[in-house]
């Protein structure tokens, strides 16, 4: 039986893996990930794979703000050859408001599949794990090995997930696959910088706000700066398709103590996409520059970086693996699928960093607008997860044919 007609066979199965991931609240934050990845552990047992449960030590997993994580690894040796990671994560962002299902229903509508994280990625952890069992089913001579990567820090950075599997020589991956979009095949991806800025002044009463020093006008005048920047960035458009300008956003603020009290200090952070184009480096000196103006009135300002993930660019050998990506997934889905960049960052930037050439490609939305991803009502067509996974396990036989 051919890989696509024994997937045609799993289809009920696949969707039902699924849902029971869907189901299990992974939200990050709180971060609390053990009990997740036990559940997603068991149902790859399930399928007859050996599942290899690396709990990341409590300090580390403190320092990135979360409750617990245990990353799970599956090897799938085949014989002499290159070894090829796929890696999908399942944490997920909270739902929110704004839902018309249960978040966490994992609801079949019109063919589309409803939940948090049934885009995002907890769909390319089934794509995958059903791509390698029918990769093992096929009986078929291979020369390689095939490994599952489900990592659970992506929504904080991915640092104890890929980064640390790779820095602990757990893993060492000749190429690599990343979640990502049943429609395109990605190479490219923005970075991004997190800055916490700390505006200190002096409280006064309302009524003698000239005794004090108030930190909130101080804190205008920097975010008059950077939303003039904002705008200055939309005319930097990258020469990478789907990559778009550069974006800049604050996202965070809080301060002040009263309504009748001179604020004594505003903390906000800002959010900075760095594309490929870009140096990170210079980007973030430039905006630490920006914000660091001297204040009249005699406020302090304080810089703190969160965040800095790298940009992605293709390394050698990636070219190979989109190519066969994107062929097997012209022949699937009836239409021409292309290379593209995206405006996102994901953990794929840790395989890079460690000289892994890595692609994204997976059941993955068509866009981020159409799955709501992040968003209320996040969803999923089934026939991608299928299309996808069909996708991936005829590339993975190309990878380990030729």
Wanted: net charge negative.
């Amino acid at each position: 039986m051919g890989l696509s007609e024994f997937l045609a066979t799993q289809r009920a199965a696949q969707a039902a893996f699924l849902a029971a991931l869907v189901r299990a609240p992974s939200d990050n934050p709180p971060g609390d990930m053990a009990a997740h990845a036990a559940l997603t552990a068991q149902l790859l047992e399930g399928l007859g794979f050996t599942v290899e449960r690396h709990a990341v030590p409590a300090a580390l997993v403190a320092a990135q703000g979360m409750a617990s994580a245990t990353n799970l690894v599956v090897r799938a040796v085949f014989g002499p050859g290159p070894v090829i990671a796929l890696n999908a994560h399942g944490d997920v962002v909270p739902p929110g408001a704004g839902w018309s299902v249960d978040p966490y229903g994992a609801d079949v509508i019109d063919g589309w599949m409803y939940g948090r994280g049934a885009a995002v990625s907890k769909s390319d952890i089934c794509t995958y794990a059903f791509a390698l069992l029918a990769l093992r089913q096929s009986g078929l001579p291979l020369a390689g090995t095939v490994e599952l990567h489900i990592t659970y820090d992506e929504e904080t950075g991915g640092e104890i997930g890929p980064a640390w599997l790779l820095a602990e020589g757990i893993t060492k991956p000749d190429y690599a696959v990343a979640a990502g979009f049943s429609y395109s095949v990605v190479t490219a991806h923005n970075g991004c910088l997190h800055l916490e800025v700390t505006v200190t002044g002096r409280s006064a009463h309302a009524a003698k706000p000239e005794t004090g020093v108030d930190a909130l006008a101080a804190a205008t005048a920097i975010l008059v700066r950077l939303y003039a920047e904002r705008d200055r960035l939309r005319g930097e458009v990258s020469s990478i398709p789907g990559i778009g300008a550069p974006g800049l956003t604050v996202g965070l603020i809080k301060g002040g103590i009263n309504t009748n009290v001179v604020p004594d200090e505003v903390v906000f952070r800002l959010d900075r996409r760095i594309t490929p184009d870009e140096d990170a480096g210079a980007v973030e000196a430039g905006l630490r520059a920006l914000i660091d103006a001297p204040d009249a009135a005699g406020a302090v300002i304080t810089i703190r970086r969160v965040l800095l993930a790298a940009p992605l660019t293709p390394l050698p050998g990636a070219g190979r693996l989109a190519d066969i990506l994107c062929a097997e997934a012209s022949a699937v889905f009836g239409e021409t699928i292309l290379t593209t960049g995206v405006p996102l960052y994901t953990d794929a930037r840790h395989y890079a960093a460690a000289g892994v050439p890595i692609v994204l490609y997976g059941a993955g939305p068509r866009s981020i607008e159409a799955a709501n991803a992040h968003r209320a009502d996040e969803r999923l067509p089934l026939a991608d997860l299928y299309g996808a996974t069909a996708v991936v396990a005829r590339g993975l036989l190309r990878m380990l044919e030729e």
